[in-house]
């Protein structure tokens, strides 16, 4: 069965850095390669955002970013690991929620089950 497994999430002091993980499990390679990966986040009483975008292989692995973490986000993947990374720097306290890795694939909207990202001020 393939899902999305994100991992990377905890507790840091605002101006630190994380790195989320989004692990594809059970994607042929072709699959991964073929679709956009995307972070979406969401704190509490607010709606999913998204967060961060690069699209599939094919067209260049391009990457796009909300304006809120543009300078301080950076979105990869790694096709031979079937992962997407997000580095986070220079967080700041409104970083704070939960972190979800999507993507559409095997004909459905995929969701990991979301890394807590908490910055303390």
């Known amino acids: 069965q393939a899902r999305l497994v994100e991992s990377g999430g905890g507790l840091v002091q605002a101006g630190g850095s994380l790195r989320l993980t989004c692990a594809a499990s059970g994607f042929i390679t072709s699959v991964f390669n073929a679709n956009s990966m995307r972070w979406y986040r969401q704190a509490p009483g607010n709606q999913r955002e998204l967060v961060a975008e690069i699209a599939e292989v094919a067209s260049g692995s391009n990457a796009n970013y909300a304006d809120s973490v543009k300078g301080r986000f950076t979105i990869s993947r790694d096709n031979a690991r079937k992962r997407v990374y997000l580095q986070m720097n220079s967080l700041k306290t409104e970083d704070t929620g939960v972190y979800y890795c999507?993507?559409?694939?095997?004909?459905?909207?995929?969701w990991g089950q979301g890394t807590q990202v908490t910055v303390s001020s």
């Open positions: 999507n993507t559409a694939a095997y004909g459905r909207d995929m």
